[in-house]
């Protein structure tokens, strides 16, 4: 499992938690679980520039 802390200014610091078959995103009470397929199409987007 890696973890990764997102701090910006303010105080929310949002994280994301890679484990072998899903990842975890957000910060609390306020997160989104992903399969790793899911993730890989989000930051092949990302990477895209399509979103």
Request: glycine residues 6%; charged residues 35%; proline residues 2%.
């Amino acid at each position: 499992m890696k973890i990764v802390n997102l701090c910006g200014s303010g105080d929310c610091c949002p994280m994301v938690k890679l484990e072998d078959e899903r990842v975890e995103i957000g910060e609390k009470d306020n997160t989104c679980v992903l399969t790793k397929s899911e993730w890989e199409a989000l930051k092949q987007k990302i990477l895209n520039k399509e979103i």
